[in-house]
């Protein structure tokens, strides 16, 4: 592969990742008022990233459901739970399939 290759297709990813930060902007601004265009900007995002092979950032991935791809606003399309099970971990549930997705807590990191 030449050296311009690479370099455009490092722009491209460049400009994808410019792109998807932006449309994140714009769902935090509507997803109270305008879900359905919210989920639509969220699926033109992933649409995206597959395109071009970017990843969409994990601060950003948090807030997808797994299974039905859907924005996760706790409180309206998701419940948040804190459960102490075997360890201490946030469970958020999606309201549209009901997948659950589970993050870790180390009690030594709040330390």
Do not use: W
């Amino acid at each position: 592969m030449t050296r311009s290759k690479k370099k455009s297709r490092n722009n491209i990813r460049k400009l994808a990742l410019d792109q998807i930060k932006s449309y994140f902007n714009e769902i935090e601004k509507i997803k109270s008022d305008n879900l359905p265009l919210a989920n639509r900007y969220l699926d033109i995002c992933r649409r995206i990233s597959m395109r071009c092979k970017v990843r969409i950032p994990r601060s950003y991935k948090i807030n997808i459901c797994n299974n039905c791809k859907k924005l996760l606003i706790p409180g309206i399309t998701s419940r948040v739970r804190i459960r102490n099970n075997k360890k201490t971990h946030i469970t958020i549930t999606c309201l549209y399939c009901k997948n659950q997705k589970r993050f870790y807590i180390n009690k030594n990191e709040n330390r």
